[in-house]
């Protein structure tokens, strides 16, 4: 959503105007930067609040479909995690979908917060 915003602001504001130096090019720029800077900090306020989804101690995956019954055991928790988990030293719990742990955001990324982090 966030690309095609700046997609329709850069195709259809920015770049028919560029031609004019007027008072309404300046106002179209001023306003192009407002919505530019609100759709970073948008993604930096998400990617830093928005929990990156941990696995719960003592879960079981009892609740999973069949095909997902692979377990694997996190040493750190000394619990069972599910596929695609990995354990974050940092913050001392396993992630669904683990990308890494930014410190720009002090949080890990993410099954939950990834889509505000890329």
Excluded at 15 to 29: H, L
Excluded at 33 to 56: D, N, Q
Excluded at 70 to 82: F, I, V
Aim: one cysteine or more; aromatic letters at 12%; glycine letters at 8%.
């Amino acid at each position: 959503v966030l690309i095609g915003v700046y997609y329709w602001l850069v195709a259809c504001v920015l770049i028919p105007s560029a031609g004019m130096k007027s008072e309404e090019w300046q106002s179209r720029q001023v306003w192009a930067a407002r919505v530019g800077a609100f759709m970073v900090l948008w993604c930096l306020w998400g990617s830093t609040l928005v929990s990156p989804g941990v696995i719960p101690k003592g879960w079981n995956g009892s609740n999973q479909e069949p095909v997902d019954k692979e377990l694997s055991w996190c040493r750190p928790c000394q619990d069972w995690k599910p596929v695609r988990t990995h354990h974050c030293r940092r913050c001392g719990c396993c992630v669904p979908r683990f990308d890494h742990h930014c410190d720009w955001i002090d949080n890990c990324v993410g099954q939950a917060n990834h889509k505000y982090f890329a």
